[in-house]
């Protein structure tokens, strides 16, 4: 029996991954989308209701232009999906006067024309009440930054790529897949092979399974997420509060306004991460990571550090220099992917998506990817 043939095959629909699927198809192509999980699992990186957007980027000005771009999408993807999946409340880059944090963001703001206000200790604490930092602290207010709805933003590319004929299979992970003499590929799942001409993988903490090239470039870590209760919940609702990324002596700490949960949601420690292998069932956090993010919460946001509401763990996938990872497959041109995008990366899956989509198609993308290339671990 010949095996179902596509165009271009997507392994791994979650941030990426359904981005991928909507582009592809929006273009003509045959897809075919494999999830290993149900949709909007839990299991990977992309759950929690929530994903912050900066355009302010402290991890380098190079990341700009394309989260620019993934800004711009989010829109119209909720627009073309009838779904609120932007939701712009301004961002803060918060951390003591020289650590770098401030200065970086700053920097890319300057590169890249962003409007931008550097607040100071006693303006961060007239705007913004809820916060008790330490002397010495200041911000980057970037009022463009937000967050994502993260699980929708999934949903909704998902629907709008069936809406052009995608085929989304859940529950069926790629075992394997090889390259094929006449330039193609063929995809092995544990209910069949599918052949086509081209593959995009896009499965997280999975990837190495499906790129050996990564296997001793990429590592899983266990990161924290939890919603707590509020004592005044009016300093934290949306309008009113933004979304930030705290740098004190606990740790590199991020949270968000209140948005359909009564609990305000707060991660990290960013860098706390704890190893972990993704076929690992079990996402509970640890003790330690709890007690730090209480401990942050009663420390420099007393208001919201009530007891925990809901308390999750998500997978990262983190490289070397913790940046992302886009590329072809060494030696296999017709295998493209993208990972390790190492905890700050579901803010650019629209763009990323997009920019798979080129690379699939031998389109030519705006965006410089060179910083993203797998060779840079070799140099």
């Known amino acids: 029996m010949t095996a179902p043939h596509y165009d271009v095959i997507v392994a791994g629909v979650g941030a990426m991954g359904s981005a991928a699927c909507w582009h592809l198809a929006k273009r003509g192509l045959r897809v075919l989308g494999l999830e290993r999980f149900d949709l909007g699992h839990a299991m990977g990186s992309s759950h ?3 994903r912050i957007i900066r355009l ?3 991890e380098g000005s190079h990341y700009v232009p394309i989260v620019r771009r993934a800004h711009q999408l989010w829109r119209e993807t909720g627009e073309a999906a009838g779904l609120k999946l932007l939701h712009v409340t301004g961002s803060l880059d918060l951390a003591p006067e020289g650590a770098g944090p401030v200065e970086s963001s700053l920097q890319s703001c300057l590169d890249h024309g962003l ?5 100071g200790h006693d303006e961060i604490a007239r705007r913004f009440p809820a916060f008790q930092l330490p002397a010495g602290h200041q911000a980057l207010w970037q009022p463009d930054g937000g967050f994502v709805a993260s699980e929708k933003a999934i949903f909704a590319h998902v629907g709008l790529a069936q809406s052009k004929g995608a085929e989304i299979r859940t529950g069926e992970p790629m075992l394997d897949w090889r390259p094929t003499a006449d330039g193609g590929v063929v995809v092995r799942t544990e209910r069949g092979s599918y052949s086509a001409g081209r593959l995009v993988i896009t499965s997280g903490g999975w990837i190495a399974d499906a790129v050996p090239a990564l ?4 590592r899983t870590v266990r990161q924290a997420i939890g919603w707590f209760t509020t004592r005044r919940p009016e300093l934290f609702r949306e309008g009113v509060f933004p979304v930030f990324i705290l740098t004190v002596e606990e740790g590199n700490f991020y949270g ?3 948005y359909e949960h009564p609990g305000f949601k707060l991660g990290g420690p960013h860098f706390g991460r704890e190893p972990m292998d993704p076929r690992d069932p079990d996402r509970t956090p640890s003790a ?3 007690r730090l993010i209480r401990e942050c919460l009663a420390r420099y946001l007393p208001d919201a550090a009530g007891d925990p509401l809901t308390v999750k763990g998500c997978v990262y996938t983190v490289s070397p220099d913790e940046g992302f990872v886009i590329d072809t497959v060494p030696g296999v041109p017709q295998a493209v992917f993208a990972s390790a995008c190492s905890g700050h990366g579901f803010k650019f899956a629209s763009a990323i998506g997009e920019i798979l989509a080129d690379l699939s198609t031998g389109t030519p993308t705006p965006f410089d990817l060179s ?3 797998l060779a840079r671990f070799d140099a």
């Open 56 to 58: 302010a980027y402290f």
């Open 256 to 258: 968000f306004p209140l």
């Open 48 to 50: 929690g209701l929530t």
């Open 371 to 373: 910083p993203f290339a």
């Open 215 to 218: 296997a001793t470039r990429v």
């Open 115 to 119: 409007e931008h206000e550097v607040l």
């Open 288 to 290: 330690t990571q709890l």
